[in-house]
């Protein structure tokens, strides 16, 4: 009959002890400590850049969403969405603006189905934002690797003042302002470049209007 030596059941209760105390540690007491810290120092990040309104959740710093119109028919899961133009829009999303779907649509730059959408994109942003196609920006028809991007140029910002302004019935030069008030600067002086948070400028419209 098969029995243990009792050196062998002490290292096998040892491990089991280790295995037991680490799992503590690793799996409770630290990820507490962190969470802890986080929402003392970083509140408002470890939180998701939640942006609130009306105490009501509206969307976050952090990620990029659509401004679109009401559908026609909400049961119509396969109705296009439409801009609205009474908002300034965000870059193309490859995801659809879903945060459990951010990706990009992993097309090569000379890709023909890229590069077919890209021109369709110019015309449709064209025509929407009443501007000449070949002034158009690049973030304008190109999705972020994320496809979240919540920032747009602020050359994009800028082209869209004449569509936003008719569409509210301001002036445009109070619209362009507003926008100038919004273009933040690169990160640290020298990081990326500047740019117009979008949800903001947005928030900031809806309370000027």
């Known amino acids: 009959m098969f029995t243990f030596h009792s050196s062998a059941v002490r290292r096998h209760l040892s491990a089991l002890r280790i295995l037991l105390l680490m799992t503590v540690i690793a799996g409770v ?6 969470t802890g810290v986080a929402q003392v120092a970083f ?5 998701g850049s939640e942006v609130t309104q009306n105490g009501h959740v509206v ?20 109705e296009a969405a439409r801009p609205d133009p009474r908002w300034f829009q965000p ?4 995801g659809g603006y879903d945060p459990l779907a951010s990706g990009a649509s992993n ?5 023909p ?3 077919k959408t890209i021109e369709q994109r110019r015309k449709d942003v064209a025509a929407f934002d009443g501007v000449d196609p070949a002034s158009v920006p690049v973030d304008a028809v190109t999705a972020s690797g994320s496809g979240l991007d919540p920032d747009i140029s602020p050359a994009y910002a800028y082209e869209q003042v004449n569509r936003v302004a008719k569409a509210r019935g301001l002036s445009a030069d109070a619209v362009r302002e507003l926008v100038a008030g919004h273009v933040s600067g690169r990160e640290l002086g020298f990081l ?8 903001d400028l947005n928030r900031a419209l809806a309370a000027r209007h």
């Open 29 to 34: 007491v630290y990820p507490l400590a962190v």
């Open 91 to 94: 870059r193309p999303s490859a």
């Open 59 to 78: 969307g976050s710093r952090q990620l990029g969403q659509s401004f679109d119109l009401p559908k026609k028919n909400p049961d119509d899961a396969d």
């Open 192 to 199: 990326g470049q500047k740019h117009v948070n979008v949800l």
């Open 113 to 115: 189905d890229l590069v």
């Open 43 to 47: 509140s408002g990040r470890a939180n």
């Open 107 to 111: 097309l090569g730059p000379n890709n």
